[in-house]
């Protein structure tokens, strides 16, 4: 399935949808045009019951003759949000080699491979949706970057996780951008620098882990301005999606809703000779392949 969270006419409230080719078919919707009931939010979903889960999936194989008009919008009808807050945004720093060697280059980072992924945090004050502005504080930063990530979604609490047995707790998978402002980084910490509001673009869909076969086979690509900065795949990363859930949950109890982002490939503006880095006025797009695109205007915010 391909969930997404979206408002349509302006509504208050957002709703929880698949997305099948041009359509949003509201899954609270549908399930009660059948005398039955599904979650009207993606967390809530994620938290369900297998049983939740199936239900959707047999409601939308069913076919648009039995999808109730109340229940489908076209794509172009609705406003895609970001699919929901995670409790915690988990980051990977260095997880792609070359991006190593580009870090210890451009950013004083260390020029040999990490032996553990290196992690850090973003709070969910810095997730926007699709559509939604980053923000470019010019009085906070001359130094905004992009960083194309695959997201991981998780769906089951995850504790002292096996590498074996880590994809058993993955809901699904969307992406992220992971922002950054170079000139924020303080002491070598980089909290205030990754986690400013808006420096996390989430979205559009989150694709349920049944729909990506392998996610460690992913094409990523990232453009500015319709340029292309970053392309390689997932299978260069350095540490696995299933790595990377059994070292965070040896001493981080990952819960549904969490969202990890996995590490951005070379390409990045401060990485560039000369560096580039976004301006107000530029479009980013983040692209994983089987996932989609994730589009954002950069505004000037002082």
Same mark, same amino acid.
């Given at each position: 399935?391909?969930?997404?969270?979206?408002?349509?006419?302006?509504?208050?409230?957002?709703?929880?949808?698949?997305?099948?080719?041009?359509?949003?078919?509201?899954?609270?919707?549908?399930?009660?045009? #059948?005398?039955?009931? $599904?979650? !009207?939010? /993606?967390?809530?979903?994620?938290?369900?019951?297998?049983? @939740?889960?199936? *239900? &959707?999936?047999?409601?939308?194989?069913?076919?648009?003759?039995?999808?109730?008009?109340?229940?489908?919008?076209?794509?172009?009808?609705?406003?895609?949000?970001?699919?929901?807050?995670?409790?915690?945004?988990?980051?990977?720093?260095?997880?792609?080699?070359?991006?190593?060697?580009?870090?210890?280059?451009?950013?004083?980072?260390?020029?040999?491979?990490?032996?553990?992924?290196?992690?850090?945090?973003?709070?969910?004050?810095?997730?926007?949706?699709?559509?939604?502005?980053?923000? #470019?504080?010019?009085? $906070?930063? !001359?130094? /905004?970057?992009?960083?194309?990530?695959?997201?991981?979604? @998780?769906?089951? *609490? &995850?504790?002292?996780?096996?590498?074996?047995?880590?994809?058993?707790?993955?809901?699904?998978?969307?992406?992220?951008?992971?922002?950054?402002?170079?000139?924020?980084?303080?002491?070598?910490?980089?909290?205030?620098?990754?986690?400013?509001?808006?420096?996390?673009?989430?979205?559009?869909?989150?694709?349920?882990?049944?729909?990506?076969?392998?996610?460690?086979?992913?094409?990523?690509?990232?453009?500015?301005?319709?340029?292309?900065?970053?392309?390689?795949?997932?299978?260069?990363?350095?540490?696995?999606?299933?790595?990377?859930?059994?070292?965070?949950?040896?001493?981080?109890?990952?819960?549904?809703?969490?969202?990890?982002?996995?590490?951005?490939?070379?390409?990045?503006?401060?990485?560039?000779?000369?560096?580039?880095?976004?301006?107000?006025?530029?479009?980013?797009?983040?692209?994983?392949?089987?996932?989609?695109?994730?589009?954002?205007?950069?505004?000037?915010?002082?």
């Amino acid at each position: 399935m391909r969930l997404v969270t979206y408002t349509v006419d302006h509504a208050p409230t957002s709703r929880l949808g698949a997305q099948i080719d041009d359509r949003v078919i509201d899954l609270a919707a549908l399930a009660a045009h #059948h005398g039955t009931a $599904l979650p !009207q939010d /993606l967390l809530t979903f994620i938290r369900a019951q297998a049983d @939740v889960h199936d *239900t &959707a999936r047999r409601l939308l194989a069913a076919g648009p003759s039995e999808w109730p008009a109340e229940a489908v919008h076209g794509l172009e009808q609705v406003v895609l949000r970001a699919p929901l807050r995670p409790g915690k945004i988990i980051g990977v720093g260095l997880n792609y080699v070359e991006h190593v060697e580009e870090s210890s280059r451009s950013l004083d980072t260390d020029k040999e491979l990490p032996p553990r992924p290196v992690l850090f945090s973003k709070p969910a004050t810095a997730v926007t949706g699709p559509g939604q502005p980053i923000l #470019h504080n010019g009085d $906070l930063t !001359q130094q /905004l970057d992009w960083e194309c990530e695959l997201a991981v979604v @998780v769906g089951r *609490t &995850a504790f002292r996780v096996r590498e074996e047995d880590a994809y058993g707790h993955i809901f699904g998978y969307s992406i992220v951008n992971d922002i950054s402002a170079r000139d924020q980084r303080r002491s070598g910490q980089w909290f205030f620098s990754k986690g400013q509001d808006s420096y996390a673009p989430f979205g559009p869909v989150v694709v349920t882990a049944d729909d990506i076969a392998d996610p460690m086979a992913l094409d990523l690509e990232l453009r500015v301005n319709g340029v292309t900065k970053q392309k390689s795949n997932t299978r260069h990363m350095l540490f696995s999606v299933a790595r990377l859930i059994a070292d965070i949950s040896s001493g981080v109890t990952l819960e549904p809703g969490d969202v990890i982002a996995t590490g951005s490939p070379s390409g990045v503006g401060a990485g560039m000779v000369p560096p580039e880095f976004l301006a107000p006025g530029d479009t980013v797009e983040a692209t994983v392949e089987h996932i989609g695109t994730l589009t954002n205007p950069v505004v000037d915010a002082r």
